[in-house]
């Protein structure tokens, strides 16, 4: 059952200048170190901080609290998992909200599309829950 749902589209060239005026400030203050590292080490590097600042903001939108209540944006680092789809890893307040949100019994898996078609990048995040294990 899906008890979350997000999207978001960003505008690669306001992250693109944002990157040029705040540089590390803003890196910092909004990604975790793995997605900086990601990032860093990609030749279309705004658009890579754009997908990933658009599925942060999905993923709160999808935990149903944007960026408040706790909710912070390096508690949702966008992961990949070895097959090279994207998910989230979620921490503090953000893991706190999803286990809130999950019914008794069940477990939340989190599904992440990222795309971009300059100068636009897109997320969707859905949070369903299932049965364990």
Known sequence: MIIGLGSDICDIRRIEATLARYGARFTTRVFTAGEQAKADRRAA?????????????????????????????????????????????????????????TPPGMRAEISVTLTDEPPYAQAIVIITAVPPG
């Not at 942060?56 to 939108?61: D, P």
């Open 45 to 101: 590097r705004a658009a890579t901080y754009a997908r990933r600042f658009a599925a942060k903001e999905a993923c709160a939108k999808a935990l149903g609290t944007g960026l408040r209540h706790g909710v912070f944006w390096r508690d949702m680092e966008v992961v990949n998992l070895p097959s090279g789809q994207p998910t989230m890893r979620l921490a503090n307040g953000a893991a706190a909200r999803l286990a809130a949100i």
